[in-house]
Every structure is written in C-alpha cells, then in structure tokens.
C-alpha cells in the first residue's frame, strides 16, 4: 500500500473528508445560535410544560412566552440548555454532513445518477448514523430546556452537571418497578439517556432524508449546471433553497419529534415508570387528539426555516472557503 494512503483513501481523500466535517460542523453550531431563543419555547410547548401550556397553539403565544423568559432571566433563560446544544450539536452536524457527503458520493458518483430516492437514502442514512453517537447529548439539552423554575425554588436553575445526575438517578428510589423496563433500567441505568431512541430513529429517516432530497432536487432544478461539474451557488440561494428544504422535512416528520420530545421529558413527568412510544402515542392522543402531534408546529416552522436555511448556507460555504 502506497505511504500516502489510509484504508484505501490518500490522505487528500480523508482531508476532505475532515474537513467536510469542520465545514458541518460549525454550519450545526451557527445555525443553533442563531433559533436558541425560539428552540426553547418550542421545547416548553412540545413537553407540555404546565407552565407555558397557557401560551402554546398561537404565535402570540409563542412571543408572550419568550418575553416571560427574558423577564424571569434575561438572556441566560433564553439560552438555557445552549451549551448542552452546542456540545452535541457539533459533532451531530460534522457527523451528518460528513456522512452524507460520503453516501452521496458513493450512491451518486456523478450528477447523471442523481435521483430522489437515492437523495433521500443518502440524507437518512447520514442522519441515522449522526444521531447514533450524539443522542445522549440530544437528552440532556431537552432536560435543561425543559427546567423552569419552581415556587419552593425560586432561584433554581439547573446545570449540566445536575442534569445528568437527575436521570442517571431516576426511579432508584422506588420501590414499585415491576416491570421489565423498569428492571432494565435499574440494571443499567446508562439507558436512562436513550429514551425516545427509538421514535428518534424512524422520525429522523424521513426529516433527514426528506431535508436532503428536497436540498438536492432543488439545486438540480434552480441552480445552473454548465455542464457536470457541481451546481454553482451563491449564499442568497444557498439560504432559500436550505430554507425550503427545512419547512418540508419539518411538515413531514413533525409528529414524531413530538412523541420523542415527550419521551425524553417522560424521567421528569413520570420518573418510576418506562414509557414506550405506544405509550406515550396513547397518551398524546387521549389528550389532545391528531392536534396533539402539531402543537408547537407554527413555532417550529419559525424555527426551522432560518435554522436549516443558515445551516445549509454556512456549510456550503464553508466548503467553499477550505477549499473542499
């Protein structure tokens, strides 16, 4: 094997790789920045927070209940969890784009093989793999979102450190766990920090895939292509079409963000009892009815589009700047 190869790959190829990565990865943490305000009411809104429930379902609402935020706590309310979010959101983002760069390359050699079902297999596939490694820290940003403060504690505010220490902890102080999971869980608590898991992975194939579908195709069709180099893109462009691309995947595969939000809280709500995505289904339904799966989505889609239009844009143009 030649000296300058790795598994295959010279070292250019891998420096591209890494560098795709970089390019992902500080997309991830800009594009988060930039809806951190409106990524915690929205966080309130999903879990049914009892005290933002009077807020949720109008976009008043949704401004009333960022100002209760900054007047309770000021700006460091409405950043609560955001060093959490960075933390994961790196390596997440570096991760998926990083994969998808490779799926794509390897399902879509040329612009010729290009078709939407392969778009879509390549963005599940780099979504699934991303969250694969990065979900623990996705847990623990939603538990600190979720935190308000209490009348017996006033002055609370919950760290990182507390954070992981309530759930690794949960329900080992009861003495009515009789079932399985609950057995599974005082077994081996590390799992505390993988509810919702499961529903994350099937809404993550159709956000993920659909995301970057609907980002190939419409390059494809609105960009210029000369010939079969890559779609020449400006920033204004990038932003739109990341934009678009966002609020599709957002309608799609919204209903499962909601049944995981709802999961990942369920330590808090419900600390000595395991709910299943059946479960917890069950319990949005009863509540709500099909509304339930959509609330807080007026909010989302305020969220989303400027999210994946600034995240799609920074990592184009990121590569563009090193050069990949």
Not at 41 to 53: A, G, H, R
Request: aromatic share 12%; with cysteine; proline share 6%.
């Amino acid at each position: 094997m030649p000296t300058n190869a790795i598994g295959g790959r010279n070292i250019q190829d891998w420096k591209a790789i890494a560098l795709s990565g970089v390019a992902g990865g500080v997309a991830g943490c800009v594009a988060k920045t930039v809806v951190a305000p409106l990524d915690r009411v929205k966080i309130l809104f999903q879990t049914s927070n009892p005290d933002f429930q009077k807020y949720a379902g109008t976009w008043s609402g949704m401004f009333r209940a960022v100002g209760e935020i900054y007047q309770d706590r000021g700006v460091r309310g409405l950043l609560q969890g955001h060093s959490a979010t960075l933390l994961r959101i790196f390596p997440y983002a570096a991760i998926k784009f990083m994969a998808y760069d490779q799926v794509h390359h390897f399902l879509m050699p040329t612009p010729s093989q290009e078709t939407n079902i392969r778009r879509f297999i390549a963005g599940a596939s780099a979504g699934t793999v991303s969250i694969l490694f990065t979900y623990p820290l996705e847990l623990i940003r939603v538990r600190l979102a979720f935190e308000t403060r209490s009348a017996s504690n006033p002055t609370f505010r919950p760290t990182l450190s507390h954070v992981i220490s309530q759930v690794y902890h949960e329900g080992k102080t009861s003495t009515t766990a009789s079932s399985s999971r609950s057995r599974i869980f005082t077994t081996f608590p590390i799992l505390k920090f993988y509810r919702g898991f499961s529903v994350s992975i099937i809404g993550m194939i159709p956000y993920s895939g659909t995301s970057f579908l609907m980002w190939g195709f419409l390059r494809s069709h609105f960009l210029p292509r000369p010939s079969l180099e890559t779609p020449k893109s400006t920033p204004v462009a990038d932003l739109a079409l990341g934009g678009l691309s966002g609020a599709v995947a957002q309608t799609v595969s919204y209903p499962f963000e909601i049944i995981r939000r709802r999961m990942q809280v369920g330590g808090i709500i419900s600390p000595d009892q395991w709910m299943s995505w059946k479960d917890t289904v069950q319990m949005i339904w009863n509540k709500n009815g099909w509304r339930g799966f959509y609330v807080g989505l007026s909010i989302g889609y305020v969220k989303i589009v400027p999210m994946t239009a600034v995240s799609y844009a920074v990592w184009e143009w990121g590569k563009r700047f090193l050069n990949v």
